[in-house]
Every structure is written in structure tokens, then in C-alpha cells.
């Protein structure tokens, strides 16, 4: 039972060129989200996807796209990098439901340094 | 709107002293309160989490957290910091959910509290 994996751990891009970081979770959760952290800044929602089929918005969704590839896998993707989106990218999942009860705790991924020259 | 606040950026503690990390929340309903803890390098971890019931909750690493609604606080507390405690915290609130019981659990974090602990 790995949790939430993330790829890459690193990456370095030139301004304008394209990515897309994976995630991937092994619970069974119905919702996955994607964050960016950025010093003095905590965390701040740039999509999620409350279950398989769906995503919305978060607080800071431009420049990026997202695909809830199935119930596992939630990917982000950068279309033309820009400086602004160099940041720590963490993946998270979180469980609806769990014997009748929800189960609102959210599990991290160990994130995806990305750096943009 | 939910809003986490944490008041302290920095917070420097001598190992075996006690230690408080204030989080003063906003939110329109009964929260859903959460600590988390990132080591240098790392991802999020969780520490401790309120949804009901008992206002102090016991987390792992000797940590604690109380609930007091009339301060809209969640301070967080270990009575003896070690020095593998140096790390950075945030406080979080869980947002609300939609009518038909399809929760989507908005995260929103305060903007951290980085503990250093000398020797």
C-alpha cells in the first residue's frame, strides 16, 4: 500500500514548454486534489476532482489543466510553463465514506519540485 | 469564506520546553480542523484532526490540539519539544459539502509555522 505517488520528483523546464506531473493513489478514494505550495503562501487549491469523472476548480486554476484519468489517477498538466508556476506541487486523496461514516482526511503525495527558467 | 490564520512564522523553542502553535480559524459551520507537519524536503503528514465529540484531541508524536469554538481556535501542543519536532506546521479547515452528500472537502491551510528546536 503505497498512498499517494507523485512523478516526477524533480523537473526543470524552459518558459513555453509543456508537462503534465502524475499522481496516483491505492486507496480507493473518491477524491484527489492538486496544490502548490510556495514559500509563506501554505498550500493553495489549483484543482480537484470530487470523484471519477468530474474536476473543478480551486483557488488558483490558471495556466493549468487536469484529467481524472480513472478512479486512481488524477494527473496535472502545464501547457506553456511560465517562472509564476515554478513550485512544489502536491498531489492529495481523500475518502467519501467509510462504514457509513465520512472520512475527510486528505493524504499527501511527497510532491513534484518543478522549477521554470 | 474559510480562512485559516496562523499568527507565528517562526517559532523558536529549547528542546524539552514546552510548545504552543496558534491557529485561529473562519468558518460559517462546525469545522473540520486538521494539523499537518512538513520536514524539510517532505510531503504533508498528518498530525491530529477534529471532526466532533472531545474538544482536545491526542495526535502522534506526543502532539495535542484543542478545539475552543468561542476563540475559533485550534492551538496546537506538545509538552516536551524534541529536537526531530523542527519542522513546519500548518492548521487546516475542511470546507462544506454539497447538498446531495457528494463531498468534495475543500483544504483550506494557514500559511505555516516553521519551528525551529535548539539544543
Known amino acids: 500500500n503505497a498512498g499517494v505517488t507523485q512523478t516526477p520528483k524533480f523537473q526543470v523546464l524552459k518558459t513555453g514548454q509543456s508537462m503534465t506531473l502524475q499522481c496516483a493513489q491505492d486507496?480507493?478514494?473518491?477524491?484527489m486534489y492538486w496544490y502548490r505550495q510556495d514559500p509563506g503562501m501554505g498550500l493553495r487549491l489549483i484543482y480537484y476532482?470530487?470523484?471519477?469523472?468530474?474536476?473543478d476548480k480551486g483557488e488558483v486554476p490558471n495556466g493549468y489543466n487536469v484529467s481524472r484519468l480513472n478512479k486512481r489517477e488524477f494527473s496535472l498538466r502545464l501547457e506553456s510553463a511560465a517562472p509564476s508556476q515554478t513550485s512544489v506541487y502536491f498531489c492529495?486523496?481523500?475518502?467519501?465514506?467509510?462504514?457509513?461514516?465520512?472520512?475527510?482526511?486528505?493524504?499527501f503525495g511527497p510532491g513534484t519540485r518543478l522549477l521554470v527558467l | 469564506a474559510q480562512s485559516v490564520t496562523q499568527p507565528d512564522i517562526h517559532i523558536t523553542v529549547s528542546e524539552g520546553a514546552s510548545l504552543e502553535l496558534r491557529c485561529n480559524y473562519s468558518?460559517?459551520?462546525?469545522?473540520?480542523l486538521f494539523w499537518y507537519v512538513q520536514s524539510p524536503g517532505q510531503g504533508l503528514q498528518l498530525l491530529l484532526k477534529?471532526?466532533?465529540?472531545?474538544?482536545l484531541v491526542q495526535g502522534i508524536k506526543g502532539f495535542e490540539a484543542e478545539f475552543k469554538r468561542s476563540q475559533s481556535s485550534f492551538n496546537l501542543r506538545k509538552p516536551s519539544v524534541h529536537w526531530s519536532d523542527a519542522a513546519e506546521y500548518f492548521c487546516?479547515?475542511?470546507?462544506?459539502?454539497?447538498?446531495?452528500?457528494?463531498?468534495?472537502?475543500?483544504?483550506?491551510f494557514g500559511q505555516g509555522t516553521i519551528l525551529t528546536v535548539h539544543p
Open positions: 477534529y471532526f466532533s465529540g472531545d474538544t
Open positions: 487546516a479547515v475542511a470546507g462544506a459539502f454539497n447538498a446531495g452528500g457528494t463531498s468534495y472537502g475543500k483544504l483550506t
Open positions: 476532482s470530487a470523484s471519477e469523472g468530474t474536476t
Open positions: 468558518y460559517g459551520a462546525t469545522p473540520y
Open positions: 492529495a486523496s481523500r475518502g467519501g465514506t467509510s462504514g457509513g461514516k465520512r472520512v475527510e482526511t486528505q493524504y
Open positions: 486507496m480507493n478514494h473518491n477524491s
